[in-house]
C-alpha cells in the first residue's frame, strides 16, 4: 500500500480530470471487483490525493479539477459550487476549487471556519500560507474581502 500512496502523490496533482486517474493501478475491493482511484482535494493543505472508490468512507472533500478550476477570480465568485482560494494575499489568487459534497452552503458567517468547513461555502475564500514549500490552511474569509 505504501507504494500506491508515494505513486499517487507522483501522479496526483498533475492530472486535470477530478474524476479518475486512467494512469493509476487498479485497486482490488473485498469482493475483488477492480476499481478507480478518485483524486480528491485536501482543504487542509490544498493537495490533491488519490483515494479507491470502494473505500468504506469517503473524505468529505471536492474532486480535483472539475468545472471551477478552469474559473477566474471573478467568475468563481458568482458560480454555485465553487469557492475561491489565495495564498496570502487577494493579489495571491490560488485558484476556484469546487466545495465539498456536503455542500455548497450559500451563505453564513466565514469567520472563525476550518478548513473543512470552510471548503463547504461558496461564500467564503480560503487563505493558505506557504512554509519552506508546504501550503497549509491559514483561515477563512468573505469572498468578497477581508484578507
Known amino acids: 500500500m505504501r507504494v500506491l500512496s508515494v505513486?499517487?502523490?507522483?501522479?496526483g496533482c498533475s492530472a486535470n480530470s477530478g474524476e479518475?486517474?486512467?494512469?493509476?493501478?487498479?485497486?482490488?475491493?473485498?469482493?475483488?471487483?477492480?476499481?478507480a482511484v478518485v483524486l480528491l482535494r485536501d482543504p487542509g493543505s490544498g493537495a490533491c490525493h488519490g483515494v479507491s472508490v470502494c473505500a468504506p468512507v469517503h473524505p468529505d472533500e471536492a474532486?480535483?479539477?472539475?468545472?471551477?478550476?478552469?474559473?477566474?477570480?471573478?467568475?468563481?465568485?458568482?458560480?454555485?459550487?465553487?469557492f475561491?482560494?489565495?495564498?496570502?494575499?487577494?493579489?495571491?489568487?490560488?485558484?476556484?476549487?469546487g466545495t465539498a459534497p456536503s455542500g455548497p452552503v450559500h451563505d453564513g458567517s466565514c469567520l472563525d471556519l476550518d478548513a473543512h468547513t470552510c471548503s463547504r461555502h461558496d461564500n467564503c475564500a480560503a487563505v493558505?500560507?506557504?512554509?519552506?514549500?508546504?501550503?497549509?490552511?491559514?483561515?477563512?474569509?468573505?469572498?468578497?474581502?477581508g484578507l
Not at 7 to 11: I, N, P, T
Not at 63 to 82: K, R, V, W
Not at 84 to 97: M, P, V
Request: with cysteine; glycine share 10%.
Open 20 to 35: 479518475t486517474v486512467p494512469d493509476a493501478p487498479e485497486v482490488l475491493c473485498a469482493v475483488n471487483e477492480p476499481r
Open 84 to 97: 475561491a482560494t489565495y495564498t496570502g494575499t487577494r493579489s495571491s489568487f490560488l485558484g476556484c476549487w
Open 128 to 145: 493558505y500560507r506557504e512554509t519552506a514549500g508546504v501550503t497549509q490552511f491559514d483561515h477563512c474569509t468573505d469572498e468578497t474581502g
Open 63 to 82: 474532486p480535483c479539477g472539475g468545472s471551477c478550476g478552469s474559473l477566474s477570480e471573478q467568475a468563481c465568485f458568482a458560480t454555485s459550487g465553487c
Open 7 to 11: 505513486f499517487l502523490v507522483l501522479v
